[in-house]
Every structure is written in C-alpha cells, then in structure tokens.
C-alpha cells in the first residue's frame, strides 16, 4: 500500500474530523427539533434532516487570530443523504480553491456502500482511495474493501488493497453476542480470511451486559486477552455504564483497573483507579452538556500528590440562529501553559432541509408486551428506512424516555429504565418513511 502525502494526510484528517462534528450536528439538531413539539402534534412530525451546505473553517493563528484554513460545500440526495464533499484551502491571492472532494453511495436502506476519495490537479479530479462496503440481508453482517487507484494491468483502476469481515451472533431478542473480526491482504491475496479478534458479550436477566470477553487470534485458537466485568448500568438506553472492572488474564483473571462513575442527566464524573496491592485512584474523566444535550466541556486529569491536573481538555462555544441549528462551533484547547485557549472555529451558511413533515398513519406497528415490565418491543409491519427515533412521553408532554437506532430494524427492542415511573406513557417511532404512535402501559 503506498503511502499518502503527509499534506495529504493532514487534510484527510480535517476533513474526516468535521465530517464527524457534522454527524453530531445533524442527530443533535434532529432531537433538538423533536424536543420543541408535544406528543399531540405526532401525526405531522418526522426527522427533520437539517444539515449545512457550507462550512468554514479557521485555526487560532500565532495565538492572536482567526485564520481560514479550508472551506467544503456538502451535497445531499433527495432524501437527504450525503453524496459529495467538496473541499477547497486557500492560495495567495487567488482564495479559495480547489484541493479535493469525497463522494458517497447508499444503498435503499440507507447504509453507506461506497466512499471515493479524489485528489484535484491539472484542473480535474483523479481517483485516489476507495471503500466499498456490503452488509447481509439483515445489515447485522459486513465487508469492506478498500481499494487505491493505481495503473494495474488493464491501465489505471481500483487495486484492492486490504478487505475486513465483522460477523455477529445474536440471541432470539436481537442482542449482539459476539462480534468476530478478520481481515486479508493482498498477501493472502484474498484466498482466506484472517481472524484478528472477537468479542463476546453475556448478559444478566435484565437485558444488560455485565461481562464483555476480548479475544485475539493466535496459532490457530482464540486467546482470551481481557474482559469488562460486574457492569452496573445506570441508563443503558444511552450506553452509560456506571461501573465496571478491567481485568487480564493471568492464570486466571486477574483485576488491573476499575471505572465508576455518575451522572447528572447527560452530565458525567467517571474516576479510574489501578490494582496493585489495592485500588488506587489515578485519573478523571468529566463531560457537561447544554440544555440542547449538545457537549460543551470535556475534560481528563490525573492525580498527582493531592491534586487533580487537567492532561486533556476541551470547550465548545456554540452560536445558535433562531431555529436552534448551529451557525458557528468554537473549539478550545487545553494548553499546559496558557489554560484553555482558542484552538478551531467552524462556520456554518446556508441550510438543506432533506425531509419534510409526513404523516404517521402510513406506518403500523405493534407494541408489546401491553403492559411492560422491564422491556417494550415495537414490531414493524414493514422495514424502516434509515435511521429510527423511538420517544416515550409522559401524559404531561414530557419526553421521558429517546433511543436512536441506526440501519433499518424490523423489529426493536426497547429497555424501560427504572427511572420510569408505573403509569401510562404515549410512544412515538420516527424514520424517514413515516411515523407511527400509540399508548403502552408501564407496570412492574
């Protein structure tokens, strides 16, 4: 595999980095609209697919200034998905030009297939990367290549570099059990798959993984080569996990690091503590959110002596127009010197709306069991399209309860958290091609 040019590289990064806030942006803006409107107004309410078509972005020069670094313009589909990035850097005098885009293919469930990635010179765009991705009937099952752009045999085309498979188990309920991974190169020139690792996941009667095994492939057999263990869930809806224990092998498990930690709604306090002769606290991890559930600070320090010093930290200013979509995202760094210091902005123009208001009353499903001790599941009488926003409301209007899903279940499972009071609730599902609501009755 031939190497990138290190600029190359620099700009692959910045590109995937906003890429990835954008991503945030769009599921975060997405709730944020839902969160604005009761349950009452539920026939006419679908995601709203807001997503910027422009982005500027500048770095803090010299300490003293906002300087631009690159821009990109994003193109949608009909439905809303993202088919081409085009990314532009400045030049002396001329501004901004040209430097590379990315192109995006979906399939009808809406799950990435392919991704192009093309260098700009001699005042055209030439192929340079590519992956292509497949999944199984059901989307629990992977491949993906990546290919370069080289002069094979037949001229210049695709040369597959390396390929990767992630096969899953499920239980009848749908839960992942294990996940195994392998790979091959053009070394094994694509004769057999290599197993890497697996992970193999048990879980207690409510649902919830409470050991996580590791795996890694040698000599033939599966070498466990650590676990998470005694996991205490404290919203699993979310994936926030309040405690849990790190442990190695070592003629049996041997305890190496413990993570606990609590929650304020989004809001977390996690301490990791190392196993000598006794659990010794070492370092924090700390993460606030707005009111918009959107991170503002996070932050990760050690403990020296008796004092907690910051080692990573970051800030996030937003400026928000008036329908609450982000118009500018200021970043801060920490900097052992200075403290928090100005670090990247991004600017934001121009907005696409990729779907509007639909009704519910095209979509049917069943919700079950009616009524619900532990868990409710939403059976679909026909497969949604991309991803899924399940919303429990109290009979006040309040969300109670919100859980995205990505790909296109057919069926979805859906835990009830303590947190939930006995009573009736009105439930809302929401994907690209409709909505559907009703009423399920909590009772433990």
Known sequence: MQRLHPTTQVWLRRCFGVLAVLCALFLQNSVRAQKTKPFEEVSKMALHDEQPTACIAYWWYNQSRWDSIWSETYVYSGDGLLTEVIHEEPQPTLGFQ??????YAYDTAGRQTSHIQQTWGSGTYTNAQRQMLYYDQSGKDSLEFHFSWANTQSGMDWDTISGSRTLRTHLPNGAISSEEFSSWTTITSGS??????????SYSSLLEWDT??????????????????DMVWNNFSLGQSAAFVTQLPNGGWSDVQRTTCTYSGLDSDCYTENFTSFWDTVSRQRAFFDTDDELIHSEESQLQGNIWSVTNGRYYDYVRDSMGRTQQLVQREWDPQHGYINAMKYVYSDWFVGVTEVESQNFHLTAYPNPATEFCNFKLE????????????????LCRLRNLRSGSPSEIQLLLPETLENGNYIYRVTSKSGSANGKIQLRR
């Open 192 to 201: 057999y798959w290599a197993p890497q690792n697996k992970s193999e996941y």
């Open 98 to 103: 040209p430097h590379s885009r990315h192109l």
């Open 212 to 229: 996580v095994t590791y795996s890694q492939f040698l000599n033939g057999n599966w070498l466990a080569n650590g676990r998470k263990v």
């Open 382 to 397: 026909e497969r949604m399209v991309g991803p899924v926003l399940i919303e429990l409301f109290d009979l006040n209007g």
